[in-house]
């Protein structure tokens, strides 16, 4: 699928955007197959998101990977890049028989992502925490260079324990950098456990509102609800940063990763493979916890 280059928020179905981040998923389950491990749960919650931003909403120009005024994106969650590397080939950035030798000696696609070998990644990430203050940087690049691009920070829930998180949040509402971002991936767990069991979290919202942000929170699978809060953004400019708390489920489409600590990097074999493949293909199915409980229809 192409996006329209150079142009932010494009015309695309929710099927179309269902499928692609069905593509996500199933590309994940190869890639790691080739790998032999992977980070699937952490990409499954993320696909969604992954899907509306990069088919959707970024204005990016996949021709011209290094265009100056193109949004960046920064996925300080860097251990989901294997969920990102499938939708930069479908979009043209490089062939996709790149990803056929992924993570093997020489490749230029490891298990997190490598700005100075990949088009298309902005920041070579995977020590998590560093994400933010970057994006901030980014951000303030932009208003140097009187560029109105926006810059996207997908961050990871676990990853807000992270004491540079808070010097990013409080630094980015100094500067007024409206044009900031931050996504967080509100998938419940890190790599201990519960986050709010391991490091408490919560009330995400309010503790970047205290530090000068304006929130939303939003069904992170919902298609509807990702594009109407990306929808909603401030254009860049001096004004409040902006947070997106996008609540997911780790593992999401695969039943056996879903909230489970095990998946969080893991390898399926052989009939394993199969039927998480088949599951994925089914499509999402309904949601046991708060669907149910408060009646939400299924998708
Ligand atoms: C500074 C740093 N410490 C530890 C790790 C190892 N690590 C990789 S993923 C992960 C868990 C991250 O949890 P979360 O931020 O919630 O991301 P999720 O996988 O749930 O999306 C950890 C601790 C790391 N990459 N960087
Ligand atoms: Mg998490």
Redesign the pocket.
């Known amino acids: 699928m192409n996006v329209v280059a150079g142009k932010r928020g494009h015309n695309v179905s929710r099927a179309q955007l269902a499928d692609r981040a069905m593509f996500v998923r199933l590309e994940t389950l190869r890639l790691a197959r080739i790998c032999g491990a992977g ?1 699937y749960s ?1 990409t499954f ?1 993320a696909a969604e998101l992954f899907a509306a931003l990069y088919y959707a909403h970024l204005r990016l120009d996949p021709k011209d990977p290094d265009w100056p005024d193109r949004d960046r994106f920064v996925l300080s ?1 860097g ?2 890049a294997i969920g990102l590397y499938p939708i930069l080939a479908d979009l043209g950035y490089y062939p996709a028989s790149k990803l056929d030798n992924y993570t093997k000696l020489g490749s230029d696609f490891g298990d997190h992502p490598n700005m100075k070998h990949i088009p298309g990644i902005d920041f070579s990430s ?4 560093h994400g933010l203050s970057i994006a901030v940087g980014m951000a303030l690049a932009a208003r140097a260079q009187k560029r109105s691009y926006r810059v996207y920070c997908m961050l ?4 807000l324990a992270e004491g540079q998180i808070w010097e990013a949040a409080m630094a980015a509402s100094h500067f007024k950098l409206q044009g900031l971002v931050a996504i967080v ?1 509100r ?1 419940q ?3 201990d456990g519960q ?1 709010e069991a391991v490091m408490g979290i919560e009330p995400i919202e309010q503790r970047f509102a205290a530090f000068g942000w304006a929130t939303q929170r939003i069904d992170g699978h919902d298609f509807d609800a990702i594009l109407g809060a990306l929808g909603k953004l401030a254009p860049a400019g001096a004004g409040q940063p902006q947070l997106i708390v996008a609540d997911t489920i ?1 593992g999401r489409g695969v039943k056996r990763m879903e909230l489970s600590l095990q998946w ?1 990097v893991a390898n399926l074999a052989g009939q394993d493979y199969d039927e998480a493949e088949a599951e994925i293909r089914a499509g999402l199915q309904p949601r046991e916890t708060s669907e149910k409980k408060s009646g939400k229809a299924a998708r």
């Open positions: 980070h952490s919650s969650k251990h989901a995977g020590s998590l925490g990871g829930d676990g990853e991936d998938n767990l890190c790599i986050t780790k969080h």
